[in-house]
């Protein structure tokens, strides 16, 4: 009994405090695990490590495998990489995590050891609290110099002048989130609520640490964060962005296997996928596929792909869930199951904060603490079932909520700026600020900042790693790669449009151009198979350049989310994007090569087909590659096509069709040396065309006749530059995405 109440009995331990625990029984081996069980035992959840610490009358006796520790949600817990135990009993390096097998020899060594360890999360039966102070200022263009009327010479001389006088300047600042204090502790689920624009998005930015340009801080059990914040918290986005070909479960699986803690087993990860499934009331649609807006699958419906968001970012096991907009599209139904569900996190001793438009009240009435604001300010922080009595206190009768009226619609139409009323509802504003400025709610809340440990950082700029990759390249490579193939095969769009058009246009061009095969080479023929070589160039290009636009640009933002979550880093993703992008820049330009060689009557040898589909496939390897780098530019197809003739024109104009390349220079010249099509076209000839050919004429007598104009370089001279050129669009793309992760790490809204 007196066991079992210290192993409830919770200690209060923050986000870096090591706890030292010394005198170890030395014989406490974990062979007589089983026995221990029967003293008393607290949780501890570590660094990378979870398990129980046993003790007898206060003294440490053994630590039990992390695979037997469960959360309470029936999952195994798990916590984040940092530093972990030492035998030594020093702290040691995030990559250096004492394993179980070196617990066991600390363990069984007969001398005294002394174990430390560093704590990542909080658990059940702990304390765990978030501060924060946040003030948040963007720079705006002045609005007295912006709407100057000043036009042409006179506003030139304005500008000179005015860097000389004390004009106004250009740019000043807006404050968005206006000194907002507050406290939060687990098994809350809060909402922040107030009208559009009142800063609830750019308040959940700044306390998730996603836009770091606040001046302020955030305080985890009254100490100052670190970059380990992000494995303490997840963050749910307004929009769902999926893969649309993965199945409910393939798409938890990937994440649960590139985000979870690298010391817990695979089983257990794929238990908690099942656990999760079952937690936010997925099983119907456990196999069905994700779909979404622009994809041909229907696939989830809207309430069912946000719960598919809140699983991903539950399955790293946070402490902290953020959740932007969460009921946003939702029908009322939808939204109560949401939120439901969302409760149940809470109660499970998680931090739950969202962003939420005046809900229903059904849904108001789940949400334990509220959170309301406007203008950037707080009108109200507390418990959800004191809002009304705390509007009373205030003896005045506008302020109190009508009988059977939704109090979500009601405060937060208080707390409006209403249009017809400015002035008035500008004051009733600034009222109710001041108000709760000197409430006791509001002391309360500031109470926490005498603990704190360096209230001096307040003006800190900080500048934190948001992105935590748990699992190895190699392991982002393969399950990249696996998703990709699963796509290929899902999505026809990708792979049998492209395929698909390859193969009829192939036919309709070969038939075009069909002629005996070997004709003899008449000027007739010649232009003829300049033409044909052209088109077919031009032909493969667009459906390459387009197929990996569309198929590139949407998933993009898909992996942007997902390298900032920790889940792949850029050169896994890309790789395994190459990889199966093969399968489409290969296959296609092959079966069009062979059909157009086949109908066309081209030169019949083997040698004389597979260079022609080699320079083929070399070209569609060259336009996915641009393809890649649009797709890696922009991440919207729209913009994307847009761009594309800008390469397109270039290399059809410098082709050698429509210009004679003999008679180019300076820019032209330099044009027509990045013409890919130039390359292709060159090749092309000259194998249909080769030296020793029996098929010349008198009008045409040999191969320089057939190239004139072209400027042409030897066959492999062509091969080679396609090959580069395909390797060099290549890495630009993947560099474009390298600096766009680095830029978006930080998000600034
Ligand atoms: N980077 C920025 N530059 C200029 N203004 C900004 C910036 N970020 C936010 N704002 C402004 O700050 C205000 C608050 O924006 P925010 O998106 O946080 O509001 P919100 O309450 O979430 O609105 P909604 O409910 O409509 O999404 C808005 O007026 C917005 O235009």
């Not at 098994?187 to 609520?193: R, T």
């Not at 994007?577 to 290969?586: D, H, L, M, N, S």
């Amino acid at each position: 009994m007196e066991s079992d109440q210290r192993s409830q009995k919770g200690t209060n331990v923050g986000l870096h405090d090591e706890i030292a625990y010394e005198s170890i029984d030395s014989h406490a081996s974990p062979s007589r695990l089983g026995s221990m069980d029967r003293l008393g035992s607290s949780r501890l959840v570590t660094v990378g490590l979870a398990y129980e610490v046993c003790r007898d009358r206060g003294v440490v006796t053994g630590i039990k495998d992390a695979a037997t520790v469960e959360d309470g949600t029936g999952c195994p817990a798990q916590g984040e990489r940092g530093p972990s135990v030492d035998r030594a009993g020093t702290k040691s390096g995030s990559s250096n995590h004492l394993r179980l097998p070196a617990l066991e020899t600390a363990f069984s060594t007969k001398t005294q050891t002394k174990l430390r360890v560093s704590r990542g999360k909080s658990y059940e039966g702990e304390h765990f609290s978030l501060s924060w102070t946040i003030t948040l200022q963007v720079p705006i263009k002045n609005p007295a110099v912006g709407e100057s009327t000043d036009k042409g010479l006179w506003s030139l001389l304005r500008k000179g002048r005015s860097k000389a006088s004390s004009d106004p300047p250009r740019r000043t600042k807006k404050t968005i989130l206006d000194g907002l204090v507050g406290r939060a502790e687990k098994g809350q689920l809060m909402a922040v609520m107030g009208s559009s624009g009142c800063g609830k998005t750019s308040f959940l930015n700044c306390i998730s640490m996603r836009n770091q340009s606040f001046v302020g801080n955030i305080f985890v059990n009254e100490k100052e964060i670190d970059g380990r914040y992000f494995s303490l918290a997840g963050f749910v986005h307004q929009d769902d962005l999926f893969l649309p070909t993965e199945t409910v479960r393939e798409h938890l699986t990937f994440h649960a296997l590139l985000r979870c803690d690298p010391c817990v087993r695979k089983d257990l990860r794929l238990k908690r996928v099942e656990t999760l499934i079952k937690t936010v009331n997925l099983e119907h649609v456990s196999d069905s596929l994700l779909g979404g807006p622009g994809s041909f699958i229907r696939g989830l419906s809207g309430g069912e792909r946000r719960r598919v968001s809140f699983a991903t970012e539950l399955l790293s096991d946070p402490v902290i869930i953020f959740a932007d907009e969460f009921t946003t599209g939702l029908d009322a139904s939808m939204a109560k199951s949401v939120c439901l569900a969302l409760r149940k996190v809470a109660a499970g001793g998680r931090l739950v904060i969202g962003t939420i438009h005046q809900p229903s009240s059904d849904v108001f009435a789940l949400f334990t603490h509220v959170m309301l604001m406007t203008q950037g300010r707080v009108i109200y922080m507390g418990p959800r079932t004191a809002l009304a009595a705390y509007f009373e206190r205030q003896g005045d009768p506008s302020l109190l909520c009508p009988p059977r009226h939704n109090p979500a619609d009601f405060f937060v139409t208080l707390v409006a700026l209403h249009p017809q009323d400015p002035v008035g509802s500008q004051k009733r504003i600034d009222n109710l600020v001041a108000i709760y400025q000197a409430s006791p709610e509001r002391v309360a809340m500031s109470d926490w900042q005498q603990d704190v440990a360096f209230p001096e950082l307040l003006l800190y700029h900080r500048s934190f790693k948001m992105r935590h990759f748990q699992a190895s390249s190699y392991t982002q490579f393969r399950l990249c790669f696996q998703r990709n193939v699963r796509a290929l095969f899902r999505d026809p769009m990708s792979f049998g449009a492209a395929l698909g058009s390859g193969f009829i246009t192939g036919i309709i061009l070969g038939l075009a151009y069909a002629t005996a095969p070997n004709a003899p080479a008449t000027a007739e023929h010649v232009r003829n198979t300049e033409g044909l070589f052209f088109l077919a160039n031009l032909q493969v290009f667009l459906i390459i350049l387009y197929a990996t636009i569309m198929a590139f640009s949407a998933e993009t933002k898909v992996f942007m989310r997902e390298n900032q979550a920790g889940a792949n880093r850029v050169g896994a993703y890309y790789l395994s994007k190459t990889f199966t992008g093969w399968a489409v820049e290969i296959a296609m330009p092959f079966v069009f090569a062979l059909l157009v060689w086949a109908l066309a009557g081209l030169q019949r040898s083997p040698e004389g087909f597979f260079i022609f589909a080699g320079v083929m496939i070399l070209n569609a390897l060259c336009f996915g590659s641009i393809g890649y780098c649009l797709a890696a530019m922009t991440s919207d197809p729209q913009i994307a096509m847009a761009i594309a003739p800008v390469l397109v024109l270039p290399n059809v104009v410098f082709s050698g069709i429509m210009y004679d390349l003999s008679l180019t220079y300076g820019f032209r010249e330099f044009l027509a040396y990045i013409s890919i099509l130039r390359y292709a076209q060159a090749a092309m000839l000259i194998n249909e065309f080769p030296p020793s050919s029996t098929r010349f004429t008198s009008e045409i007598p040999n191969q320089e006749a057939v190239l004139e104009g072209l400027n042409a370089f030897p066959l492999s001279t062509n091969l080679w530059a396609l090959a580069s050129a395909a390797v060099v669009f290549r890495i630009i793309a993947y560099l474009i995405l390298l600096l766009r992760t680095t830029r978006e790490r930080i998000v600034v809204r």
